[in-house]
């Protein structure tokens, strides 16, 4: 059978029904970001081109699982507008009384407009977002809520993020980058890493001989005839479920990205075109102009306006390619990878004296107040590498041990012990 001829910056894929990887660094780095992270960074999910697929199935010629991924990778779709409906439900655990998941509210207010905490507001719960691209150097994107509006915008070498509730924007410089065809890499900090394509690319590459893949039906997705590609993982320790990606039967683009879970229920993660057209947007979508009274804040620049820009000019740090999401987790220091495919475990080695409680250092564990906190989120755990903490969401469950170290993956608790175990 003929092997898939990846675009730039994909992995191939080989046969109908089946993905087998490589064997190297960079291949197992991708391999354990998407399956571990895939639903742990839905801020990463802001570009991920989907639709609600409306009632009746279209009559479409077959296709199979392999042309359909070629389909997919030879897409060179540039342009487009529409608007994305977004539900994320991690199952995240409730913050003790006094607590939020925002931290230092002041320290929130100095970064102005700046997109690293704006857009972790994707992680949960349900958004509407508008979109835009004409090719690589000119995007937009917004956050639409109630009374305001979130925008981010790139035109050229320009990048702004405005957030109307405050009146504050955020400038920097784009990092200018090589394209390729069907590359959405203008948008700052790789934020191009969570569109459509390249989250499909990921995605598939990421897969191995530990994952089925099937062309599963048809769909009516945002008005578009659409083929639904079906993930799933063969590992009976990982939770997720499946992957469902919905491709356009015209063009290949993915319009539709569903993450669903072991056990059933609500998909944990659900971006959805509801609009979707691939003309070519007009020319003053990508303008931007602060308006009158808004304050601006430049990149890589203190609050008394000195400083240097950001090497690249890249976007904050959370910002820059969705790390967890993407591949950018599996390049982290410290850390090696435990096992392959959906059952991949990061193990990171720390210090006993950064666990709270186990440490020298009092401060913020003063009277284990830490402790506490901890024991409020998560399970205790013991085992033959000593004890510590599983902390669990719908997918990425995580162990901390009392010695300092930390496993992390998209697989059950029962193995994150069994992985600690035989690493220690």
């Known amino acids: 059978m003929a092997r898939i001829q ?59 699982a392999q042309d359909l991924i070629a389909k997919m990778a030879a897409s060179d779709t540039q342009q487009m507008s529409g608007t994305v409906k977004i539900s994320t439900d991690l199952g995240l655990p409730a913050l003790p009384s006094g607590l939020s998941m925002g931290g230092d509210t ?20 349900t958004h509407t977002l508008r979109v835009a691209a004409d090719g690589p150097d000119r995007q937009r994107l917004s956050i639409v809520e109630q009374s305001a509006e979130y925008s981010v915008v790139r035109n050229g070498d320009q ?18 980058e090589q394209h390729g065809k069907g590359s959405h890499g203008g948008m700052p900090g790789d934020v191009k890493d969570a569109s459509p394509q390249e989250m499909a690319k990921k995605a598939l590459a990421a897969a191995d001989d530990t994952t089925a893949v099937t062309v599963d039906g048809t769909a009516k997705v945002a008005g578009r005839d659409a083929y639904q590609l079906l993930i799933k993982p063969k590992q009976s320790e990982t939770t997720v479920d499946s992957i ?22 609500k998909a944990v993660v659900d971006a959805s075109f509801t609009k979707v057209d691939f003309g070519k947007p007009a ?54 990878v435990i096992g392959k495919g959906w059952a991949s475990i990061a193990e990171f080695k720390g210090d006993k004296a950064a666990v709270p409680g186990k440490g020298k250092s009092q401060g913020a564990d003063k009277n284990g107040d830490a402790s506490k906190l901890l024991d409020s989120f998560g399970t205790k755990v013991t085992g033959d590498f000593g004890s510590g903490r599983v902390f669990s969401t719908r997918v990425v469950n995580a162990l901390m041990t009392d010695d300092g170290r930390v496993y992390v993956g998209a697989v059950s608790k029962d193995a994150l012990v069994k992985a600690a175990n035989a690493a220690k």
């Open 159 to 176: 990048v702004w993020a405005y957030d109307s509730a405050s009146n504050t924007a955020y400038h920097s410089k784009a990092q200018q």
């Open 244 to 265: 469902r990606i919905a491709v356009d039967a015209k063009n290949g683009v993915p319009l539709k990205f569903t993450l669903a879970p072991k056990g059933g229920g």
């Open 106 to 125: 002041k320290g929130k207010a100095k970064e102005g407009a700046s997109p690293q905490a704006k857009l972790t507001e994707l992680a949960s719960g």
């Open 283 to 336: 020319a003053d979508t990508f303008s931007f102009t602060p308006p009158k009274g808004a304050k601006v804040t430049e990149a890589g620049k203190d609050a008394k306006g000195g400083g240097k820009e950001e090497k690249g000019g890249r976007l904050p740090e959370g910002m820059n390619g969705l790390d967890g999401l993407t591949g950018g987790a599996g390049h982290q220091g410290g850390s090696k």
């Open 6 to 64: 990846p675009t730039p910056g994909a992995e191939g894929a080989d046969g109908a029904g089946t993905l087998p990887g490589g064997a190297t660094g960079r291949r197992k780095a991708v391999r354990y970001a998407v399956p571990v992270v895939v639903a742990g960074v839905a801020a990463s999910a802001i570009g991920i081109g989907s639709a609600l697929a409306s009632s009746g199935a279209p009559d479409l010629p077959k296709i199979s």
